[in-house]
């Protein structure tokens, strides 16, 4: 097997941590001794070992002269768990072949400096661009200091996202429901607006065996729901609330109520209107490195048109309504020729749905 063939085994094995891990990265690691793997390991879940850890263990006193392959560069610094690079120099390994720098300033090059002062080879850039993509999220925020931020809607084919008494259960398949489940559990927080709360009445939990619950965030910058929707019992799931100072001010039993439930009420700005940038920057501020935003649409447009969204993920039913809320409006709609254009990165049938994830392309607004 070639370095290639190897890297890709790991990123394969690291896609096994995925809604285990986050806000850790998914890793695999790959460990060869005379052309044969004798070790492989991926990062299981959050606080748990590292994936090279696992490889290790399984390799056994193989590791003596061998070659690590692994998709990120391993940890320097003592977390939740002891130093990975201290683990490999123990091990006896020779040679490590590295997919990609840790971006984390704890670790960043310190755990390939590690390595190469204890005598270790080390090859840095195999199938970076690949590895880097599968942990998206995590390089976004530790090299921009910005949440990475998902959109997803359910709609008809039609483009609608409800019929026109505000209906939408259910549009989409069961299947597509539980792809949906997938894609909220590789998120660190789950996000909507006052209204689809107020309409819905969602729990947004994550029903998947094994996979971890997002932190839940309600926008509602007049702080207008009452506490006894079903997003604000907290014995699931964490859930946050964003609103405005005004609001916070005029609100006082209404907070005392809703932290006694053990929801958390962040004042995000002194506008009831809450801007994208704001709330991006109180997310990253509480250590969100990853939102998904799942409506509706006066919540979604404006993280679209001030170019801060990321990617599209659009499960589309082969059902027409002729009619109803749309999923994306604008206030100021564009022309054709000064569209936003985005790029299809994913195209899935499930089921008798059809699920489009879509990146978008326009340069980002730099921050």
């Known amino acids: 097997m070639n370095e290639k063939a190897l ?9 096994n941590g995925a809604g285990m891990v986050n806000p850790n990265p998914m890793v695999g690691c790959v460990i060869v001794r005379n052309g044969k793997i004798v070790g492989e390991g991926f990062h299981k879940q959050f606080g748990g070992p590292h994936a090279e850890i696992f490889a290790i263990m399984q390799a056994g006193r193989k590791t003596r002269g061998s070659t690590l392959f692994v998709n990120l560069e391993p ?5 939740k768990t ?9 091990a006896g390994i020779s040679k490590a072949v590295i997919a990609s720098k840790d971006p984390n300033p704890l670790t960043n090059g310190k755990g390939i400096k590690r390595l190469r002062e204890a005598g270790i080879s080390v090859k840095t850039g195999v199938m970076q661009k690949e590895a880097e993509l599968l ?7 530790l090299n921009k200091g910005v949440p990475f931020v998902g959109i997803k809607l359910a709609q008809t084919i039609d483009g609608r996202i409800a019929d026109r008494a505000g209906t939408s259960k259910w549009i989409t398949s069961g299947e597509s429901r539980t792809e949906a489940h997938r894609l909220r559990s590789e998120y660190d927080a789950i996000m909507v607006g006052a209204n ?4 819905d009445d969602p729990e947004l939990t994550v029903r998947l065996a094994g996979r971890r619950n997002p932190v839940r965030i309600v926008v509602d910058g007049f702080l207008s729901l009452t506490a006894d929707r079903k997003i604000f019992n907290t014995k699931k799931s964490p859930t946050w609330i964003l609103t405005s100072d005004s609001a916070v001010k005029k609100n006082y039993r209404k907070i005392q109520k809703l932290i006694g439930k053990g929801v958390r009420v962040l004042a995000v700005s002194s506008s009831t209107e809450l801007s994208p940038d704001s709330i991006l920057d109180t997310l990253a501020a509480e250590g ?10 006066s919540l979604v447009a404006p993280f679209i048109k001030q170019s801060l969204a990321d990617i599209l993920y659009l499960f589309t039913a082969p059902k027409i309504l002729g009619g109803g809320l749309d ?12 569209h936003l254009a985005l790029e299809i990165s994913g195209l899935k049938r499930i089921k008798n749905d059809i699920l489009i994830e879509a990146r978008f392309i326009k340069k980002q607004k730099s921050r």
Request: charged share 25%.
């Open 7 to 15: 890297m890709q085994r790991c990123l394969d094995l690291a896609r």
């Open 75 to 79: 940890c320097a610094h003592f977390g």
């Open 82 to 90: 002891p130093p990975c690079a201290d683990a490999v120099v123990k």
């Open 135 to 141: 942990n998206e999220k995590f390089f976004k925020f």
């Open 196 to 199: 689809t709360v107020k309409f």
């Open 288 to 297: 969100i490195s990853s939102v998904l935003l799942e409506g509706g649409a």
């Open 327 to 338: 999923g994306i409006k604008f206030k100021d709609p564009y022309i054709l020729n000064r």
